[in-house]
């Protein structure tokens, strides 16, 4: 490969996504060397890699290296490409002393393995700091990014329950820390769980018998399928209790699995809301030990929320709440936990719902300016006992609080909510309001709070 210009170059070059896009003017005259992607086992320590990598030729590293390395009069740069190289390609910034400030294509993975290795470099070195991409290439807006890196972690999320599928002692559940066991698969498929959930739906008594028949003996295999979970609970709400009762041994010793479950955890759910509790109660037996970690969980805290929603007066319930008061403060600010503690306050004692309220009284200001626990500040004005209530309209509705909770971004929606108490003098709290008026208008959620205050008409 001989020395050429950039404008030689990209005439013949192709690259996954199409042809490589024009240079600008000055960048056209600049000497260049053009390189080809071969298969790994080829290249040896050491060698040269190009400036710009084309999938699809193979020579050997004989021949690269006399061709190369004549051309080269600066540092090489060697950047390996994944055999794999799919046509999710996507343009990557690569910065140095000696580039001429190129994009080079990769895939993916091999995007991400240098973006990872430029950050620990960075964290090494201040060098990294006149690092700046390329004007020519846009970056991406917050909504692409997220969605890339969803993406991202569905892939790797798809390759983790593949590699567990080829071997099941790899197996650890990533979100709860606790040994993975899904469900097995199901042996029916999709058209005859189809046909069972359409006999399930059917007034006869005859269908609806010989889909329980059915599902017999694969009831836990089914609640781990996105079809077969629909399936279960439809089975669970028309059979009779003793039939569920029957249906619904298949789960025991499975709670804390399905609880983690994309898919059973609904059929856990209508366990309890279906079921009477002797038929249910080893849903509660079960998370014992596990609740501070279960409820943190994305489908786990659900289960709690049905438990308290149907059971809250049972023992086995109580005693769940009670393991996870210690550590109140904690999950009153979780993402998912938060949900947990306000069914204790819906639907707990009154001696659960105090102590909630009462983790929430050490810093009342902080829980009603936090994300999730704003929402337990609302609730807590709701449900909670008028000692209680008192002590935490004292400390919210001072002047200072009142503007702090306002420009807050969570702490509007517990303004909202004071407005509703009829101890509270509202009056002194739009006076309040109307003094901060201007610092509201800079923001939409502020400008929403002052149409629903009725200070401002809906004109923004």
Known sequence: MASTTHAEAREAAVTPNGPMPQTTPWLQQQPCVVAMVVPAEHFLSGLPGGAMLLPGQQFQCEQLQAAVQPQMHGPIKFLHMPRDWTIQSQPFYIADSYSCGENFWMTDDA??????????????????????????????????????????????????????????????????????????????????????????????????EDALAAIRGQVWSLAGDPKGCRVVQLALERASQQEASELVIELHGHVQEAATSPHANYVIQKVVSQLTFSAASFVAEELAGSCARLARHRFGCRIFCRLLEFFSTQSSTLQLV??????????????????????????????????????????????????????????????????????????????????????????????????????????????????????????????????DLGLETDSF
């Open 111 to 208: 995007a991400d393995s240098t973006t990872q290795g430029s950050h620990s470099e960075a964290d090494q070195s201040n060098d990294s700091q006149d690092w700046e991409p390329s004007p020519r290439w846009p970056q991406l807006t917050n909504s692409a990014a997220r969605r890339l890196r969803r993406k991202r972690v569905a892939d790797r999320f798809t390759k983790q329950l593949t590699t567990m599928e080829a071997c099941p002692s790899y197996g650890q559940d990533l979100l709860t820390g606790g040994p993975c066991s899904d469900p097995p698969a199901p042996c029916l498929d999709a058209e005859m769980l189809s046909d069972l959930q359409l006999k399930l739906s059917e007034d006869g008594r005859k269908g609806v």
């Open 322 to 451: 009670e393991e996870l008061l210690g550590e109140t403060q904690e999950l009153c600010c979780h993402s998912f936990a938060h949900h947990v503690m306000q069914a204790v306050i819906e639907n707990g004692n009154q001696r659960h719902c105090k102590l909630v309220v009462a983790a929430l009284l050490t810093n009342p200001l902080a829980f009603a300016q936090d994300k999730n626990a704003s929402y337990l500040v609302k609730f807590a004005f709701r449900y909670s006992c008028q000692e209680d209530n008192r002590v935490l309209l004292a400390q919210l509705s001072h002047p200072d609080a009142i503007a702090a909770l306002a420009i807050s971004q969570y702490g509007c929606h517990v303004v909202r909510a004071l407005m509703e108490v009829e101890e509270l003098d509202t009056q002194a709290v739009l006076h309040i309001i109307r003094q901060i008026m201007p610092q509201l208008r800079e923001t939409k959620r502020g400008q929403r709070l002052l149409v």
